[in-house]
């Protein structure tokens, strides 16, 4: 499967976003998604995940209630809706799939398909 991440882009914080992952080569509802986020010098860091059907989600402390991950199977696509954005959320985000349901979910060596990035930059 391939994955294109879009979406990014310049906010003010306490605005909103919405990233997109498309998915083309295979059915999108044979995966699980993640989005992952890499700040500046940093490895990627685990930000949500949605199961195949899109009924179980995992995410970190500081995204929810903020962050929502969706799917539409039919259409290939995998959505994260970011609320109340701040500028510690600036950073490039990765949406990323496999087609284990894993534990270790956080970790980015979870996941064997990745999309390239999209710069999500939020102004104080």
């Known amino acids: 499967v391939q994955l294109q991440a879009s979406g990014g882009g310049l906010v003010q914080a306490g605005g909103s976003l919405r990233l997109s992952c498309a998915a083309s080569?295979?059915?999108?509802?044979?995966?699980?998604v993640a989005w992952f986020r890499q700040f500046p010098g940093k490895d990627r860091a685990f930000v949500v995940r949605?199961?195949?059907?899109?009924?179980?989600?995992n995410s970190i402390d500081s995204v929810k209630g903020r962050f929502t991950i969706s799917r539409d199977n039919a259409k290939n696509l995998v959505y994260l809706e970011m609320n109340s954005l701040k500028p510690e959320d600036t950073a490039v985000y990765y949406c990323?799939?496999?087609?284990?349901?894993?534990?270790?979910?956080?970790?980015?060596?979870?996941?064997?398909?990745w999309g390239q990035g999209t710069l999500v930059t939020v102004s104080s």
């Open positions: 949605i199961d195949w059907s899109g009924s179980v989600t």
């Open positions: 990323a799939a496999d087609t284990y349901y894993s534990n270790t979910y956080v970790h980015a060596s979870s996941y064997r398909y």
């Open positions: 080569g295979r059915t999108l509802s044979s995966y699980v």
